[in-house]
């Protein structure tokens, strides 16, 4: 039977951690940062399909005898919408899925893991700010800009700074 400072200990070394190293705080930091940035550009993927609900009520109504067939521009506009959400939807996976250096012996003995991720964190601090701007430019969005034919591009255009940024970070994870 063990003791209760014997379980203490285990729980907190026993698995190679130890929740009180810097390195430790410092990678709760950058999932803590990613899960931030990930509901932001969820929020914007929202506000973003709440923009193409509309534009569906006002351009696309119901068949009738007159006019069965919706019309081809409406159409094609919502489903450029829809892309674009869906293209939000991918950059927001990739944060929230990307790598972050592992407690492992290899890491601790051929690289600085502490520098390795405060770089991490400076890094997710310039992709807070291109999402954060990227996720203001689109909640600021109305119901007439979301009719406008360049707003899906707009929004598509928006995402490739966030990758970039994102790419940065994954180089500085790799150690490129």
């Known amino acids: 039977m063990m003791s209760a400072g014997e379980t203490a200990t285990l729980l907190l070394n026993g698995w190679g951690y130890n929740w009180y190293r810097a390195e430790n705080r410092l990678r709760a930091d950058d999932l803590l940062i990613r899960a931030k940035l990930s509901e932001l550009l969820g929020l914007a993927r929202g506000h973003l399909s709440g923009l193409e609900a509309a534009y569906r009520r006002a351009h696309l109504p119901l ?7 919706p019309d081809r521009a409406a159409v094609a ?7 674009a959400g869906e293209a939000i ?22 690289r600085n893991e502490a520098r390795v991720l405060q770089d991490l964190v400076m890094r997710d601090a310039a992709l807070v700010e291109t999402v954060a701007a990227f996720h203001d430019w689109v909640v600021a969005a109305t119901d007439s800009d979301a009719a406008d034919a360049q707003f899906p591009i707009r929004v598509r255009e928006g995402l490739p700074v966030i990758t970039a940024a994102l790419a940065a970070r994954r180089d500085a994870v790799n150690g490129v």
């Open 89 to 110: 939807g991918a950059v927001e996976t990739s944060i929230r899925n990307a790598a972050v250096p592992e407690m492992d012996r290899v890491w601790q003995r051929h």
């Open 77 to 83: 506009h919502v489903q450029s919408l829809t892309r």
């Open 63 to 69: 068949p009738t005898r007159d006019h069965p067939l």
